[in-house]
């Protein structure tokens, strides 16, 4: 995500951090290489023009020339200004009407019913009780592909299909959501491959019926310019009321991110991050800023990581690890929990310094590695998972056939396995010996820390 602009940027700070006095030469010349990236990466003329005179503008002012470190402040200066040029703070639905209708428009292949997935999930895991309608009568698989989402989702689908009066559906899904107390309707429409006045004529009827707390327009965030035209147009026939960008994880300049809120004034409100059903998140402009910067994004993090944990499936895990009692069971839920945060490439990105390991590290190689241990684990039974020192030379064999790996790869596993029961059991008796001393042993710590 962003990764050639992040890298370009990353290049100018190394420079501003070692400026020991600014001036309007040295601080001209690291803006220029600013805006030449956020050209490369396909932002609008306009916009980073204008960015980097608000920015040059703060960059020489009293304040940051007689600061100690202007270089830091300057980047502080860079990074308020792209938090502003996402859009300031992140924008949320407007669901207060019962029930609320939220439509989804865009171009064909945008990600329009993806992305209604992908929304009834989220607001579904917020309380909320959505009905997914589809009303894309013109492509084929269209309905057939939202009542799959649906019935993943555990969640219901309003479809008619055969019907190609859009507003009949639309009428009858408001009936259907009254009668079964669902409060919140999304409503897929159809896409063009270009706009056409067809097209945003029985959007306008639609929206003229169902009246919509919000239009979100779906756009794929790798078209760069032509997204934020698509967004000018779309806006000009409907007054939408936000965006969705989607394949923001496979968008490695950033463009239509950066271009979205200035050129339209609607705010991008959630963007999509991969193919799962999960990978999709409300859009906050200061930690993009963050990552774009190669800040990280910790808090984005952990909200990720409380989502796919289970807190008291966690605490029964460390327990048992203090004890010494961790099989490979628990390894193998280890692993699975893992996968559930996403790619270890999408987890380092949002470390701060982050781009800079996955510049050096080859992160599709422990993937494979994750997945190859996940293989050996589950060609052993449950009782070889929770008692490993019964597996013997030819159960051994046994399980490398299984899983696809020779036995030298599955001793190597089980070695390291052992080295850290070991490590687990170790500091389980120091832990416990700690707690004994009590309020000594805390304070004997601190003593040694500040001997120092």
Do not use: W
Request: proline share 2%.
């Amino acid at each position: 995500m962003f990764d050639s602009l992040s890298g370009k940027l990353q290049s100018v700070f190394k420079n501003l951090r070692g400026l020991g006095k600014i001036s309007e030469s040295n601080v001209s010349d690291s803006l220029r290489e600013v805006r030449l990236a956020l050209l490369d990466a396909d932002v609008n003329f306009k916009v980073a023009r204008d960015f980097i005179e608000r920015v040059k503008e703060q960059a020489i002012g009293q304040k940051v020339i007689q600061s100690i470190q202007p270089g830091q402040q300057i980047i502080k200066i860079i990074n308020d200004e792209l938090v502003g040029l996402l859009g300031s703070t992140n924008s949320a639905l407007d669901l207060s009407a019962d029930p609320s209708c939220l439509m989804l428009v865009g171009l064909h292949g945008s990600g329009k019913t993806t992305s209604s997935g992908k929304l009834a999930r989220l607001l579904h895991k917020e309380g909320r009780s959505p009905l997914l309608v589809a009303c894309d009568v013109y492509r084929p698989a269209a309905m057939d592909q939202l009542l799959t989402l649906g019935k993943q989702l555990g969640l219901p689908v309003f479809a008619r299909k055969g019907e190609t009066d859009v507003l009949r559906i639309a009428r009858e899904a408001m009936d259907e959501a009254r009668a079964t107390g669902r409060n919140t309707l999304i409503f897929d429409t159809a896409g063009r491959l270009q706009i056409d006045e067809e097209l945003v004529q029985e959007l306008v009827r639609l929206r003229d019926l169902v009246k919509p707390r919000e239009i979100l327009l779906v756009l794929d965030a790798a078209t760069g310019q032509e997204a934020v035209n698509v967004a000018t147009h779309f806006d000009q026939a409907l007054q939408v009321t936000g965006s969705i960008l989607t394949r923001l994880d496979g968008d490695a300049r950033g463009g239509a991110a950066l271009s979205l809120k200035t050129v339209t004034g609607k705010p991008i409100k959630f963007v999509g991050v991969g193919e799962k059903l999960e990978d999709f998140e409300p859009f906050h402009p200061e930690r993009m800023a963050s990552r774009i910067l190669g800040m990280g994004d910790v808090v984005s993090l952990v909200e990720r990581a409380a989502e796919a944990v289970d807190m008291d499936d966690a605490k029964r895990m460390e327990e048992k690890m203090r004890k010494g009692q961790f099989t490979l069971e628990d390894f193998l839920d280890q692993l699975r929990q893992m996968k559930k945060l996403g790619s270890l490439e999408s987890i380092v990105g949002m470390l701060p310094g982050g781009a800079d390991m996955l510049k050096q590290a080859d992160l599709s190689k422990g993937e494979k590695e994750f997945k190859r241990m996940e293989g050996m684990i589950c060609a052993m039974t449950l009782q070889e998972r929770r008692h490993p020192q019964i597996l013997n030379a030819k159960r051994r064999i046994r399980i490398a056939k299984g899983s696809g790996v020779g036995v030298a790869e599955l001793n190597s596993l089980l070695k390291r396995f052992g080295q850290m029961q070991q490590m687990m059991k170790k500091m389980g008796k120091f832990q416990k010996m700690m707690s004994k001393m009590g309020g000594g042993g805390a304070a004997a710590a601190g003593m040694l820390r500040g001997g120092r």
